[in-house]
C-alpha cells in the first residue's frame, strides 16, 4: 500500500521537478560540505591533543630546570660550608664526625639524595651518608669505597673553583653491581679546595633521579601519557613501556629510540625542537642540556631529549570517529533535504487541491463573514447597553442618595412651618378674647425660631439640589471643564451617606482645603463612586467594621495628582487581582454583580481620563487603588 502511494507521488509532476531543480543541487553542495567538514573536525579533534602534547613538553622542560637547578645549589651550598673547609685543614674524627651530622641533617630535610659523600683527592669515601628507607645513616669506616676509577671522580677533580659537574642520567652500582631495586641516579660534584686552594677531592650528592622521573610522569598522565625521556643515544630514560628503560644499563643495545624509529630519530636530531608528522604518529620534541645553566657551551653528545607522541592508532580512531560523525550528518542532511523535495511538492499539491476547495467555498465563506459581522455588531450593542445600564444604574443611586437627605431638611421645615401655623391660629384666638403682652412676645419668639430652621433646611435643600444638578449634569456629559475636586469628592460622598448610616463601616476623607482641577468631572466622579462601592460590597467579610480611605493629594512639580482609595478588608489573591479589571468578572456572580463596575472604571481613566490606574492587593491586608492624572 505504502510503496503504490509512493509510486503515485514519483509520478506527480511536482515531485519529479522538485528532485531535479532541489534535491540534486542540494546533495552536491552535502557531499563537498562533507569534505570540508571531515576536515575542520578532524583538526578540532586533533588540536586538544596537540596542544596537550606540547604543554607537556614544555611543563616537563621546566621540571627538569627546577631539579637539576636544586641540586647545583645544593652542591654549592655544602661546598662552602665552614664545616667542610675546617675538615679538609684538620681531619680530626671530631671534624668529620661533625660533617657527618650536617650531611645527615641536609639529607633529612631534602629527603631526595640517595648518598652524599666526601670524596678525597684519591678517591676514597671519607664522609659517607645513605638514605635507607626514608631515613639517613652515616656509613661506616668499614664500608667506605675507594671509587677513583669511576668517570664521575675523574672529571669532577679535573675541574676548577666553583665549577659544577653533572654525571650522566644512570642506575645505581654499589661494589659494581646493580643495585636492586633498580635506582635511577643523577651525581652532581664539585671539587674541594683548602685554604691554600690545594685540591682535597670532591663533594658528589646522589640525586634519587626517581623524584624527577616521578613528577615527569606526573605531567605525562596530565596531559595524556605520551611523554618519554630520552639520552643523547638513544636510550629511554623514561618510556611509555618500563622494560624499554636504562637499555645502556641492562644490554638491550636495541631498547633505543634510534634503533626502533630510526627515520623519526634523524629529524630529531636535524633541529633542536620541533614537530612533524610520519607513519608511526604526531611527534613533538625539544632537547635539553642539563649543562646549559652552568654557563657551558652546549654540546649535542650531552643533551637529553623530551618525546611526546601521538600513536598513529589513536590518530586513525579519530579520523574513524570524524568520518562517522560526518557520515551520519550528510546522511541527515540528505534525508532532510529529500523530505523538504517531497514535502514542498505535496504542499504545492495539496496547495492546488486546497485553492479548488477555497474557490468552491468562497460564497459560504462570505455568508459566514456577513453573519459573523452582524454577531460583532450584536455584541458591540450589547456591550454598551450594559456600559449604559452601568451608568443608569451609578445615577439612580445618586438619586437615592440626594432624595435621602433632601428627606431631612424638608421634613425639619414641614415641623417648623406646622408649629408656626399652629402658633399663629392661638395668637388670633387670643386677640378675638383680649390679647395679653407676654403671649404676644412668646408668638414672636416662637415665630423667629421657626423662620430661622425653615430658611436653613430651605438652604441646605437648595445646596443638595445644586449639587445633585452638576453631578447629574456632569454624569450625563464628559464635557472637560475646570472644577474644586476637593468639592467633586464631598458630593460623591453624598450619594453614600443613606448607605453609611446603616452600615457597620466607615469612609474617611484625606484632602487638602481645595484642589484646581481642568479634567472631567463626571467620569472622574463616578471612578471615585465606583471605587468606594467596590471596597463597600467586596472588601468586607460579614460582621466586619471596615475602614475604607479616601486621600487625595497632588505634586506640584510634575502637575500631577493622586488619588487613593484605600481599604483594610480581606485583600485578593493573585489570580483575582489578575483579571480585576476584565469585563464581566465578578467574585459575587448570582448575588448582584455583574463584572462590569471595575471594567468601566478601568475604561473611563484610561480612555477618557488619559490617567493611570493601579491597583496593590494582599490577601488579609487590604486593598489599594491607585488613580494618577494630570491637573490640566
Same mark, same amino acid.
Given at each position: 500500500?505504502?510503496?503504490?502511494?509512493w509510486?503515485?507521488l514519483c509520478q506527480a509532476?511536482?515531485?519529479?521537478?522538485?528532485?531535479?531543480?532541489?534535491?540534486l543541487p542540494?546533495?552536491?553542495?552535502?557531499?563537498l560540505l562533507m569534505?570540508?567538514?571531515y576536515?575542520?573536525l578532524?583538526?578540532?579533534?586533533?588540536e586538544?591533543?596537540?596542544?596537550?602534547?606540547?604543554?607537556?613538553l614544555?611543563?616537563?622542560?621546566g621540571v627538569?630546570?627546577?631539579?637539576?637547578s636544586?641540586?647545583?645549589s645544593h652542591v654549592?651550598?655544602?661546598?662552602?660550608?665552614p664545616?667542610l673547609?675546617k675538615?679538609?685543614?684538620?681531619?680530626t674524627?671530631?671534624n668529620?664526625?661533625a660533617?657527618?651530622?650536617?650531611?645527615q641533617e641536609?639529607?633529612d630535610?631534602?629527603?631526595?639524595?640517595?648518598?652524599?659523600?666526601?670524596l678525597?683527592e684519591?678517591?676514597?669515601e671519607?664522609?659517607?651518608?645513605?638514605?635507607?628507607?626514608?631515613?639517613?645513616?652515616?656509613v661506616?669506616?668499614?664500608?667506605l669505597?675507594?671509587k677513583?676509577s669511576?668517570?664521575?671522580?675523574?672529571?669532577?677533580?679535573n675541574?676548577?673553583?666553583d665549577e659544577f659537574y653533572?654525571?650522566?642520567?644512570?642506575?645505581?652500582?654499589?661494589?659494581?653491581?646493580?643495585? =636492586?631495586p633498580? *635506582?635511577?641516579?643523577?651525581?652532581?660534584?664539585?671539587?674541594v679546595f683548602?685554604?691554600q686552594?690545594?685540591?682535597?677531592?670532591?663533594?658528589?650528592?646522589?640525586?634519587?633521579?626517581?623524584?624527577l622521573?616521578?613528577?615527569?610522569?606526573?605531567?605525562?598522565?596530565?596531559y595524556?601519557?605520551?611523554?618519554?625521556?630520552?639520552?643523547?643515544?638513544?636510550y629511554?630514560m623514561?618510556?611509555?613501556?618500563?622494560q624499554?628503560?636504562?637499555?645502556?644499563?641492562?644490554?638491550?643495545?636495541?631498547?633505543?629510540?634510534?634503533?626502533r624509529?630510526?627515520?623519526?630519530?634523524r629529524k630529531m636530531?636535524?633541529e633542536?625542537?620541533?614537530?612533524?608528522?610520519?607513519?608511526?604518529?604526531?611527534?613533538?620534541?625539544n632537547?635539553?642540556?642539563?649543562?646549559?645553566q652552568?654557563g657551558?657551551?652546549?654540546?649535542?653528545?650531552? =643533551?637529553?631529549?623530551?618525546?611526546s607522541?601521538?600513536?598513529s592508532?589513536?590518530v586513525?580512531?579519530?579520523?574513524?570517529e570524524a568520518f562517522?560523525?560526518?557520515?551520519?550528518?550528510v546522511?541527515?542532511?540528505?534525508?532532510?533535504?529529500?523530505?523538504?523535495?517531497?514535502?514542498?511538492?505535496?504542499?504545492e499539491?495539496?496547495?492546488?487541491?486546497?485553492?479548488?476547495?477555497?474557490?468552491?467555498?468562497s460564497?459560504?465563506?462570505?455568508?459566514s463573514?456577513?453573519?459573523?459581522?452582524?454577531?460583532v455588531e450584536?455584541?458591540?450593542?450589547t456591550?454598551?447597553?450594559?456600559?449604559?445600564?452601568?451608568?443608569?444604574?451609578?445615577l439612580g443611586?445618586?438619586v437615592?442618595g440626594?432624595?435621602?437627605?433632601?428627606?431631612?431638611p424638608i421634613?425639619?421645615?414641614?415641623v417648623a412651618?406646622?408649629?408656626?401655623?399652629?402658633?399663629?391660629?392661638?395668637?388670633? *384666638?387670643?386677640f378675638?378674647?383680649?390679647?395679653q403682652?407676654?403671649?404676644?412676645?412668646?408668638?414672636l =419668639?416662637?415665630n423667629?425660631?421657626?423662620? @430661622?430652621?425653615?430658611?436653613?433646611?430651605?438652604?441646605?435643600m437648595?445646596q443638595?439640589t445644586? @449639587?445633585?444638578? =452638576?453631578?447629574?449634569?456632569?454624569r450625563?456629559?464628559?464635557e472637560?471643564?475646570?472644577f474644586?475636586?476637593?468639592?467633586?469628592v464631598?458630593?460623591?460622598?453624598?450619594v453614600f451617606?443613606?448607605?453609611?448610616?446603616?452600615?457597620?463601616?466607615q469612609?474617611s476623607?484625606?484632602?487638602?482645603?481645595?484642589?484646581l482641577?481642568d479634567?472631567?468631572?463626571?467620569?472622574?466622579?463616578?471612578?471615585?463612586?465606583n471605587?468606594?462601592?467596590?471596597?463597600?460590597?467586596?472588601?468586607f467579610e460579614?460582621?466586619?467594621?471596615?475602614?475604607?480611605?479616601?486621600?487625595?493629594d497632588?505634586d506640584?512639580?510634575?502637575r500631577?495628582?493622586?488619588?487613593?482609595?484605600?481599604?483594610?478588608?480581606?485583600g485578593?489573591?493573585?489570580?483575582?487581582? @489578575?483579571?480585576?479589571?476584565?469585563?464581566?468578572?465578578?467574585?459575587?456572580?448570582?448575588r448582584g454583580?455583574?463584572?462590569?463596575?471595575?471594567?468601566?472604571t478601568?475604561?473611563?481613566?484610561?480612555e477618557?481620563?488619559g490617567?493611570?490606574?493601579q491597583v496593590?492587593?494582599t490577601p488579609?491586608q487590604?486593598?489599594?487603588?491607585?488613580?494618577?492624572?494630570?491637573?490640566a
Open positions: 500500500m505504502l510503496g503504490q502511494q509510486r503515485t509532476k511536482p515531485i519529479r521537478r522538485n528532485l531535479m531543480l532541489l534535491f542540494w546533495t552536491l553542495l552535502i557531499l569534505v570540508l567538514l576536515e575542520r578532524l583538526d578540532a579533534k586533533l586538544p591533543l596537540l596542544r596537550d602534547q606540547q604543554n607537556s614544555n611543563e616537563g622542560v627538569l630546570n627546577r631539579h637539576l636544586a641540586l647545583r654549592k651550598f655544602l661546598t662552602h660550608q664545616l673547609t675538615v679538609l685543614e684538620a681531619s674524627e671530631e668529620v664526625h660533617l657527618s651530622l650536617l650531611f641536609f639529607s630535610s631534602t629527603g631526595v639524595y640517595d648518598r652524599i659523600r666526601w678525597d684519591y678517591g676514597t671519607r664522609v659517607r651518608v645513605d638514605l635507607r628507607n626514608g631515613r639517613s645513616e652515616v661506616g669506616a668499614d664500608q669505597q675507594n677513583a669511576r668517570y664521575f671522580f675523574v672529571e669532577a677533580m675541574l676548577p673553583v653533572l654525571s650522566r642520567f644512570d642506575l645505581s652500582q654499589d661494589f659494581g653491581v646493580l643495585e =636492586q633498580h *635506582k635511577p641516579t643523577l651525581r652532581g660534584a664539585s671539587p683548602d685554604e686552594g690545594k685540591r682535597r677531592g670532591i663533594l658528589v650528592l646522589n640525586y634519587l633521579g626517581q623524584v622521573l616521578q613528577r615527569l610522569r606526573q605531567v605525562s598522565e596530565v595524556g601519557g605520551n611523554l618519554s625521556l630520552v639520552d643523547h643515544e638513544g629511554w623514561l618510556a611509555a613501556d618500563p624499554d628503560a636504562w637499555g645502556f644499563m641492562l644490554n638491550k643495545a636495541d631498547a633505543t629510540l634510534a634503533n624509529h630510526p627515520q623519526s630519530w636530531r636535524a633542536r625542537s620541533g614537530v612533524f608528522t610520519d607513519d608511526t604518529g604526531f611527534w613533538a620534541y632537547y635539553f642540556d642539563p649543562r646549559e652552568n657551558e657551551p652546549q654540546v649535542a653528545s650531552e =643533551q637529553w631529549l623530551l618525546v607522541l601521538i600513536p592508532e589513536r586513525q580512531m579519530l579520523r574513524f562517522w560523525q560526518v557520515l551520519i550528518f546522511c541527515v542532511m540528505l534525508g532532510l533535504g529529500l523530505a523538504v523535495a517531497v514535502r514542498l511538492a505535496i504542499a499539491i495539496e496547495r492546488d487541491q486546497a485553492q479548488r476547495e477555497l474557490e468552491s467555498s460564497q459560504a465563506l462570505a455568508h463573514n456577513g453573519e459573523l459581522r452582524e454577531t450584536q455584541l458591540q450593542r456591550r454598551g447597553a450594559l456600559l449604559q445600564a452601568e451608568k443608569l444604574s451609578s443611586t445618586l437615592a440626594v432624595a435621602h437627605e433632601l428627606n431631612t421634613g425639619a421645615a414641614s412651618a406646622s408649629t408656626l401655623h399652629k402658633g399663629s391660629q392661638d395668637v388670633q *384666638k387670643s378675638r378674647d383680649g390679647l403682652r407676654s403671649v404676644l412676645e412668646r408668638f =419668639q416662637r423667629d425660631e421657626g423662620l @430661622a430652621i425653615i430658611l436653613g433646611n430651605l438652604t441646605r437648595a443638595l445644586r @449639587a445633585f444638578k =452638576q453631578l447629574a449634569s456632569d450625563a456629559s464628559t472637560r471643564r475646570s474644586d475636586l476637593v468639592e467633586l464631598r458630593e460623591v460622598m453624598l451617606a443613606p448607605k453609611l448610616k446603616q452600615s457597620p463601616h469612609v476623607l484625606e484632602m487638602p482645603d481645595s484642589l482641577l479634567s472631567y468631572p463626571g467620569p472622574l466622579g463616578q471612578i471615585l463612586q471605587l468606594i462601592d467596590n471596597a463597600l460590597i467586596h472588601a460579614p460582621g466586619m467594621q471596615g475602614l475604607v480611605k479616601v486621600r487625595v497632588h506640584v512639580l510634575v500631577s495628582c493622586l488619588i487613593e482609595v484605600t481599604d483594610n478588608g480581606v485578593m489573591s493573585a489570580d483575582v487581582l @489578575a483579571k480585576i479589571f476584565d469585563p464581566f468578572f465578578t467574585t459575587r456572580r448570582g454583580g455583574t463584572g462590569l463596575g471595575l471594567h468601566i478601568h475604561q473611563l481613566a484610561v477618557i481620563l490617567a493611570d490606574l496593590r492587593s488579609g487590604g486593598t489599594q487603588f491607585r488613580l494618577r492624572l494630570a491637573l
